[in-house]
């Protein structure tokens, strides 16, 4: 499960992990939700380009831009076979660059945030896919994370983790031309434990209007 994360890093730093630059108007971000644009980075002809997506996938085929049900992740188990993803699977797969995201711990009757990210502190993508809805001049693009089984780093809070790529894998990833499932489901695995972390934070992250660094302050 992947329902927010967290993207505030740098231009400069993201130029050097994806090599593209970021909108100059862009704000960070610490608390993206469903339904709300986030970063997208996908290929086009001779490389790779930045997108805004809502953030919930929407087929093309759909009646209209919205889904009954949730489509904000998609099982890695699964994807290559449901109707939602499975076109999207084969030619629109993108990343989407994160600092970390929040998972929730059911705990003495409530439910403790959790920020989560790399040991390192570094930036990552998820494995994500894309999708265009197009009526009359009603153009939607828009998103959903990859999810799979939870590492032993994550399972401490949950079963599900969202699927982090390897930077070695982008391109293949990202590569239209690629489309048999034998050769990318392999890329859809849990991401080593030992080079993530997690600790608890405050409750503020629960609330999707709240923003700011504060919300991956431990406590």
Known sequence: MCGRFIQARSGEVLAGQFGLRLPADRAARYNVAPSQPVLGIRAVDGGRELAWLRWGLVPGWSPEPRSKYST???RAETVAEKPTYRQAFRRRRCLIPADGFYEWRKMDGRKQPYCIGLTDGAPFAFAGLWERWEREEQ?????TV???QANQCIAQIHDRMPVILEPADYDAWLDPALQDAARLLPLLRPYPAE????????????RPSNEGIVLMTPV
């Open 146 to 148: 990859l999810v799979t």
């Open 139 to 143: 153009i939607v693009e828009s998103c």
């Open 72 to 74: 904000i992740n998609a």
């Open 195 to 206: 080079r993530m972390t997690l600790w608890p934070v405050g409750s503020a992250v629960n």
